[in-house]
């Protein structure tokens, strides 16, 4: 489980550092490099410190720590964790400005999660995934939607170790659930009723 949260992160980090090294090397530089350097050395350099507290906070293996409370808002989370995913552009759909308590550092694991997981299934060349959030009630509803196959006919999603996918974990859901079931939310994955592909549903009490 540490291992393949590491991966999460540290995919990303590598994609954008390389990224900076190849801007790096052109001749003559853009104008507006510096800009480039310091949006990505700051994404790099807050999930770098996000994932080493992430990680501190592990007991054991396979037990997530109580969540550390803070009042978090979801658009500023959601935006910094959709600059992560370096392998396609996550639309980001703004709703509402939205506050939930939360430990952002959990919160943002299990939105890259589900996006990764996303992202994963997705067609090549015309995959499409995005993000969005609105309030539901005295809820906080964060969707990921994707145009993919849709989501397996299986009740063991959110099992742990359980995959579908070649090469797969079976991590990223049920840790995701578990972050959200810490918080008093839940997570779930259903087949999208407006097109194919998938909906994932992560939701948290309101402030």
């Known amino acids: 489980m540490l291992g393949h949260e590491v991966n999460n992160s540290l995919a990303p980090i590598q994609s954008i550092a390389g990224t900076l090294a190849s801007l790096l090397a052109a001749d003559p530089l853009p104008a507006d490099w510096r800009e480039d350097f310091r949006s990505g ?12 507290r992430f990680l501190s906070g592990y007991r054991e293996l396979a037990r997530l720590p109580p969540p550390q409370l ?13 600059k992560l ?13 939205l506050f939930v308590n939360a430990d952002p550092d959990q919160l943002e ?9 996303a992202v994963e299934v997705v067609p ?4 499409r995934v995005n993000i969005q959030w609105r309030r539901e009630s005295s809820r906080a509803i964060i969707e990921v939607q994707d145009n993919g196959p849709g989501p397996p006919s299986s009740e063991n999603l959110f099992v742990p170790f359980f995959t579908t996918k070649p090469g797969g974990t079976g991590i990223g859901l049920a840790l995701a659930q578990q972050i959200a079931e810490a918080h008093d939310g839940g997570v779930s994955l259903t087949a999208r009723a407006d097109a194919s592909g998938a909906v994932a549903k992560l939701w948290l009490p309101l402030t």
């Open 85 to 97: 995913e370096q392998r396609l552009p996550i639309t980001i759909e703004a709703g509402e400005s």
């Open 124 to 127: 090549s060349g015309n995959g």
């Open 109 to 117: 694991q299990a939105l890259i999660n589900l996006l990764r997981n």
């Open 41 to 52: 050395l700051d994404v790099v350099g807050h999930r770098a410190k996000a994932l080493t």
């Open 70 to 82: 803070q009042r978090v808002e979801l658009s500023a989370l959601v935006s910094q964790v959709a």
